[in-house]
T-cell receptor, first 113, second 113 residues
């Protein structure tokens, strides 16, 4: 079963707008990662945030982590049509560190040109 | 090194047949993972190897499934007596312990008819 839950399940925005996706999880984690998946393709690692970090940036991506609420958010600024994809959060649990990632069900982002 | 390679990209098989998939990880990575993903869902963990040792198997991995990683290099995932419920995308990923994100291959899409 999936530990993470992404919210919303689907998001449609115009090019240039910001997109925010949220993720909740249930157990204690070592780190939380965000991945992108284009239709029918493999997953691409975007960013990793460790349990002792609260915010991280990478280019147009901003990730926050609130371990007290067991939640994370991914912000994509100045979106582009090429950002259209499914976005998944995945957690590496403290007890399973390095042995597996537990994925949520993903958010389907559509960026309209 | 061009990343994680999976073969074949697509496989259509008749119910009851055996299938085998191959994954070639990034050569420096000592950990290799298999995941299964069905349409509209996030990937689900199947099993992982550290070098040649299979250290964990999910309950999803029934006795019809077997994975190997001889010599700690490439890995194979075999499904015996395939069933229609086995239809899914099978994803392989590799990582270098302690260095964060996983690198996924493009997957093998299995269709059982």
């Amino acid at each position: 079963s999936q530990q993470g839950e992404e919210d919303p399940q689907a998001l449609s925005i115009q090019e240039g707008e910001n997109a925010t996706m949220n993720c909740s999880y249930k157990t204690s984690i070592n780190n939380l990662q965000w991945y992108r998946q284009n239709s029918g393709r493999g997953l691409v690692h975007l960013i990793l945030i460790r349990s002792n970090e609260r915010e991280k940036h990478s280019g147009r991506l901003r990730v926050t982590l609130d371990t007290s609420k067991k939640s994370s958010s991914l912000l994509i600024t100045a979106s582009r049509a090429a950002d259209t994809a499914s976005y998944f959060c995945a957690t590496e649990g403290e007890e399973t560190s390095g042995s597996r990632l537990t994925f949520g069900e993903g958010t389907q982002l559509t960026v309209n040109p | 090194d061009t990343g994680v390679s999976q073969n074949p990209r697509h496989k259509i098989t008749k119910r009851g047949q055996n299938v085998t998939f191959r994954c070639d990880p990034i050569s420096e990575h000592n950990r290799l993972y298999w995941y299964r993903q069905t349409l509209g869902q996030g990937p689900e963990f199947l099993t992982y190897f550290q070098n040649e040792a299979q250290l964990e198997k999910s309950r999803l991995l029934s006795d019809r499934f077997s994975a190997e990683r001889p010599k700690g290099s490439f890995s194979t995932l075999e499904i015996q007596r395939t069933e229609q419920g086995d239809s899914a995308m099978y994803l392989c990923a590799s990582s270098l312990r302690g260095f964060g994100g996983y690198t996924f291959g493009s997957g093998t899409r299995l269709t059982v008819v």
